[in-house]
């Protein structure tokens, strides 16, 4: 009896030393350490440069009330602010210009927006100034009030200038305590003409 008593003692107590060993195996890792060195150095040509067009604000003080179009310092992207009334829509034509640097492709990242929801529907075109009637890029970003990224992409010439023209459908009837901000971030490939979405 003392015999069975110690034998499933030694079994217990070697049971538990081979989980032990075997859970040491499975839960061990080997990892080998590598080293990368990234430098970063300014480059002094910016690819694109947004600023304002012939029909918006500063510039143009006649339309200032209506539509500012500014580039961003550092050649970052664009502001603009516009002014929507109880109309079926609002067509900011030739508000912005863009001027292309390096040739690459154009597409929208992402989309988001804050605030009271006035603007149902909005639409960014990228025409050239030679044919201002023509666009090249055609981004709809807002549609029934929701954002949507478009999987449309264009290509844009070095050298060359393009307008950007921004088409809205609000929500009516507006109030005058209404507000909203549209969000819209692009990626530019330089390299490759595809698209690349950020992770």
């Known amino acids: 009896m003392a015999n069975n008593k ?3 003692r030694r079994l217990a107590v070697l049971a538990m030393i081979v989980l032990a060993a075997v859970a040491t195996v ?3 890792d080997v990892i080998y350490i590598y080293t990368g060195q990234i430098t970063a150095k300014p480059y002094t040509t910016t690819p694109l440069v947004f600023s304002t067009g012939p029909n918006a604000g500063p510039s143009n003080t006649a339309a200032e009330p209506f539509i500012n179009f500014t580039g961003t310092s ?3 992207g664009f502001t603009a602010t516009i002014a929507l009334t109880n109309s079926s829509a609002a067509y900011f034509y030739e508000a912005g210009e863009l001027t292309v640097n390096t040739g690459g492709t154009l597409y929208v990242t992402s989309v988001s927006t804050s605030g009271s929801g006035m603007i149902s529907g909005m639409t960014i075109y990228i025409a ?3 044919s201002p009637n023509s666009p090249v890029c055609t981004f709809q970003v807002l549609n029934g009030g ?3 990224v478009p999987t449309t992409s264009c290509t844009l010439s070095s050298g060359t200038t393009y307008y950007v023209n921004i088409y809205v459908t609000p929500n009516t009837p507006i109030h005058s305590t209404y507000s909203e901000t ?3 971030n692009f990626g530019y490939d330089v390299v490759s003409n595809t698209v690349v979405l950020p992770p």
């Open 128 to 130: 050239p100034i030679s």
């Open 182 to 184: 549209v969000t819209v």
């Open 146 to 148: 929701s954002t949507t």
């Open 74 to 76: 550092g050649g970052t």
């Open 26 to 28: 499975v839960l061990a």
């Open 6 to 8: 110690l034998n499933k």
